[in-house]
Every structure is written in structure tokens, then in C-alpha cells.
């Protein structure tokens, strides 16, 4: 499990990311596609998901939290990753 200090890569509703990612997941694997999804949202689902492979594996290996969220704020897609998590999976009307 990620060290609580680690960066938030997903600004808002964690909770919300963990359903959407979930719907999605069962809506592609059982129907073939995802209708409850806008495709700006499938793709931040991904690409927030991905990120928090990364940093869960950084930390595995033992990179600071301190470093972890250094790298958060300045790689670019990691940047462009917690925008789209907030444009897309953050709090409804928030």
C-alpha cells in the first residue's frame, strides 16, 4: 500500500476515481464498450490509474514521498495526469 504522505495524483473524490474505474472496467469487459463514459473520461481513468501503478512501485522501491510528489508537480505528464483527474473524476460540481 502507498505511504499516506505519498502525492495526491488525484485531486477530489478518490472514491469517485475508484467507481468510474470500476464501471468502466465491467462495462468494456462485459459489453465491449463504455456508454456511461465520455472518452475524455475513459482516458483520464487510464492515465490516473497508470500513474498510481507508478507511484505504488516507486514507492516499493523505496523513492521518498517527498520525491514522489517533486516528481508529481514537475513531469509533464504526470502534471497533465492530475489535471485531467480533476477536470474529469473530481468531485461532481466541485
Known sequence: MA???SPVVIPGDVARWARRA???RNDLAHEGRAPSHRDEELI???EVTTAVVILNLLHELGLPADRQREIVREHPQLKATSRA???YLGTPGG
Open 44 to 46: 483520464a481513468v487510464v
Open 85 to 87: 483527474a480533476h477536470a
Open 3 to 5: 505511504d499516506p504522505s
Open 22 to 24: 470500476t464501471r468502466a
